[in-house]
């Protein structure tokens, strides 16, 4: 049996617009991003890889995660139920994909609960959503879920919050990242926003080094996430039924993809811990062939 059991993917979707081309350079677009994790039924998991973009269409997207997946066979692949996550649901069902330079076959991927293609599509697909068979459950398809009941959406951001915050201050860490980056010579960026507009504007970085500064810049943004406050600057703001929410004054899509792939880890765990034994701890370094 394989030392590590899952890769799963956290996915920040974008609403579709106008070719990539186009607005590539725009601050106030949103971006595509995707976050692959890898781990066990213990131990740490590991960040391998964070894709992001601006200004891809749906149909783009989709193709990407198609591409993203025939590298590391995801067994989960949680995507963001707002945005355009509900659109891109549709393209990644198609059996052709096409990213504006190519158009390939592909197994449709679909979730546990599309009976229409159970059997000819890789049902690999949730919604980071409280209503997601995966999450809650749904006995009727014989799918157990990680039963978590959630009477709000916000309660299921709070819990992958303080699941991924949990691992982080654990000692040793529960979660391991690539070794740092080593830039470009000359360049010093001082906010996530400002390494995002480089990185878009940037042209000729080998596929490497553009995933290991979109790794960089998807942590600078997490690191900037925090509980959105009220006005006196100091109470944490909750909703009606005491949860937080957060925010942040720098873009964070790449940052929400790396914790739903945290999650989408957790929820791997939590399924298996009655159906597998757990392997024994090992040291796994982060290869060069993920970092993509």
């Known amino acids: 049996m394989s030392e590590w059991l899952w890769y799963a993917a956290g996915i920040d979707a974008a609403l579709g617009g106008a070719a990539r081309t186009a607005v590539a350079a725009s601050d106030k677009t ?3 991003a995707l976050a692959t994790w890898r781990g066990n039924a213990e131990g740490p998991a590991q960040l391998v890889n964070v894709y992001r973009a601006t200004g891809m269409t749906l149909g783009q997207q989709a193709a990407k995660i198609h591409e993203m997946h025939a590298v590391f066979h995801y067994d989960l692949m949680l995507l963001d139920f707002g945005g ?13 994909q096409d990213d504006g330079r190519k158009k390939w076959q592909v197994r449709p991927i679909i979730t546990v609960d599309d009976e229409q293609l159970a059997g000819v599509g890789d ?5 980071f959503s409280r209503a997601e068979s995966r999450i809650k459950g749904n006995p009727k398809i014989g799918c157990p879920g990680v039963g978590l009941l959630l ?4 309660m299921l951001i709070n819990k992958a919050h303080e699941l991924l915050r949990a691992a982080l201050q654990r000692q040793p ?3 391991q990242f690539p070794p740092p980056w080593g830039g470009i010579r000359g360049m010093d960026f001082s906010s996530a926003d400002q390494m995002r507009t480089y990185s878009n504007g940037i ?21 900037q996430i925090g509980r959105d406050i009220e006005k006196d600057g100091i109470t944490p703001k909750t909703d ?19 914790v739903m792939g945290y999650f989408a880890i957790w929820m791997l765990r939590e399924t298996a811990k009655n159906t597998r034994k757990p392997e024994a701890k090992h040291d796994s370094p982060i290869y060069d062939t993920e970092i993509m």
């Open 151 to 154: 009477t709000a959406e916000s």
């Open 30 to 32: 949103d971006d595509f």
């Open 173 to 175: 860490q529960d979660v």
């Open 84 to 96: 355009g996550g509900q659109g891109i649901r549709d393209d990644l069902r198609e059996p052709w």
């Open 203 to 223: 042209a000729g970085l080998g596929d490497r080094d553009k995933a290991a500064m979109e790794t960089e810049l998807a942590l600078a943004q997490l690191i």
């Open 240 to 258: 009606r039924f005491g949860f937080y929410s957060f925010a942040s004054d720098q873009k964070k899509d790449a940052a929400y993809a790396i």
């Open 123 to 127: 049902a690999r697909l949730a919604f």
